[in-house]
């Protein structure tokens, strides 16, 4: 037998930093946001200016010389005690470094390392009694001598976001965690920590701001020094920088349960698997067309064998985080089994909290949970079966057979407002339909594969049942949303 050779390759890990945000950070609007850090002062023969930005326009600013940290009494080199901003350079915008020692300030503008719009870097400037440097993702990017004890003046204001103290040259985009220290720290140290929160506790480290407060005017030092507020007051006012909330997205596992009313057989208290059973279910999920235009991939290509044991068939799961149909975050294909347990799913979602779950099948009304359920473990939890639906005025919601809720069967047509009803358009469909045999069709109320009698029985039972959730009719972004309308508008049969 020919065997095929194992062939190793050699794997060189080539390790590029991307710099992102840490947790929250502030977004600066680029007219009059800042931080005052008040009349901080750094002593010493060393200091290192750290933090990590993103411009969404380099050139809101003269000379592309937008300032990230800056303690100065003006916008010239003399008036300036320490500095970290961007500047122009030829056609590039690249970072820049002012210092004052001895009474003399300094410019270091980096030779490397152009800055891109809407990119996310770190980015340190850095003074050990003997260079100034600048770093760029951890690379240097620029160095000069210089040496003497930091010039410090307690009367002059330290400012994140713009030149104090007149708000020039202000900062256009996101800045996040601003660190201030009076030791050097070096290459190592910056490109170790340039991707990681510190604990504030680390030596020389003079402010720390993480800037994840997510609200409110306090911005903490967790260096423990010198906590302060947003913008030119301790109230709102209109140079507060706005916070921006990065929620990292998670994993979250649904284990639902829902029992479709035509599929379900009391004398069994079960759900038929006619479906599966005579080969009738598609290969691929079954809500491609209208009105859910839903392109999830969920069951491309499966063959009967491919499906769960005990399919009934699929429905269409909608994540929300409130009420508003707007507020959808996500939908997901699933398969619906036999003792009323959807196959459990799992949807990346950067919420936290609790979320609404609707429930859809292409021949039933829809359903809506009750409340927001909440996250636990990474995992929502609901047993629809258990009790009503959410419903509103006269709205419907479940079905109650023996002790089990059920979603209404009926609803063959869905097409705009007639999803939310079950009424003679559904009676006229099953019209169109009667008579077909070994199917799958949205006419096949009890979902046995045929379409006769019993199907016109079940939606008999149902006719004039309607819903009032809040859903949106139809997905497609070039029509309008509607919302399932109040009961006065539609009730015939
Ligand atoms: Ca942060
Ligand atoms: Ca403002
Ligand atoms: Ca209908
Ligand atoms: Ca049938």
């Known amino acids: 037998m020919y065997k095929l050779p194992f062939i190793m390759i050699g794997l060189s890990i080539w390790q590029f930093s991307f710099a992102q945000p840490l947790n929250n950070h502030l977004q600066f609007d680029g007219t009059d946001d800042y931080i005052s850090l008040n009349n901080m002062d750094v002593s010493g023969n060393a200091i290192t200016l750290e933090a990590i930005i993103n411009s969404s326009d380099l050139s809101n600013c003269q000379f592309r010389d937008c300032r990230i940290i800056s303690k100065a009494v003006g916008l010239s080199t003399p008036e300036h005690y320490w500095m970290l901003s961007t500047n122009y350079s030829g056609p ?55 040496t003497g004890a930091l010039t410090i003046n307690p009367a002059v204001e330290a ?25 050097a720290r070096t290459q190592t140290q910056l490109q170790a920590y340039s991707n990681n929160e510190l604990t504030g506790t680390e030596v020389g480290l003079q402010a720390y701001y993480q800037l994840n407060e997510g609200n409110g005017q306090t911005i903490n030092d967790q260096a423990g020094n010198n906590n302060t507020v947003l913008g030119s007051t301790t109230s709102a006012d209109s140079s507060d920088p706005t916070f921006a909330i990065n929620n990292p997205e998670q994993n979250i596992t649904f284990n639902l349960q829902v029992i479709l009313e035509g599929a379900f057989d009391p004398a069994q208290s079960t759900m038929t ?73 799992d949807v990346d979602l950067n919420t936290a909290g609790s979320l609404y779950v609707m429930i859809e099948h292409r021949n039933h009304l829809p359903i809506l949970s009750p409340q927001p359920i909440p996250i ?118």
């Open 159 to 183: 400012w994140i976001g713009a030149n104090p103290p007149s708000i020039e040259n202000p900062w256009k985009g996101g800045i996040d965690e601003v660190r201030i220290w009076n030791v």
């Open 376 to 493: 636990i473990n990474n995992t929502v939890s609901y047993d629809f079966t258990l009790e009503d639906c959410y419903n509103v005025g006269t709205g419907f919601g479940q079905k109650l057979v023996g002790t089990n809720w059920m979603m209404y069967a009926g609803n063959a047509d869905q097409e705009g407002l007639n999803s939310c009803d079950i009424n003679s358009a559904d009676r006229t469909f099953w019209d169109t339909v009667n008579g077909l045999f070994g199917v799958y069709n949205p006419g096949d109320f009890n979902l046995d594969g045929d379409i006769n009698a019993a199907d016109r029985i079940v939606f008999s039972f149902n006719n004039g049942i309607f819903t009032r959730i809040p859903k949106s009719t139809d997905t497609v972004g070039t029509n309008p949303i509607l919302t399932c309308p109040p009961p006065s508008s539609v009730l015939d049969n």
């Open 92 to 146: 590039n915008t690249v970072l820049r470094f002012r210092l004052k020692t001895n009474g003399i300030s300094t410019i270091l503008v980096a030779t490397a390392g152009p800055l891109s719009e809407n990119t996310w870097y770190h980015v340190a400037a850095t003074y050990d009694g003997a260079n100034m440097k600048l770093f760029l993702d951890g690379t240097e990017v620029g160095s000069t001598t210089k």
């Open 273 to 345: 698997g006619n479906l599966l059973q005579k080969h009738m279910l598609p290969q691929g999920q079954p809500y491609t067309g209208s009105p859910w235009y839903y392109q999830g991939t969920e069951g491309d290509g499966w063959l009967p064998i491919d499906y769960p044991l005990g399919t009934v068939d699929w429905v269409l799961v909608s994540i929300r985080t409130t009420l508003d149909p707007a507020a959808e975050v996500a939908r997901a294909a699933a398969v619906l089994l036999e003792d009323g347990t959807i196959s459990p799913f």
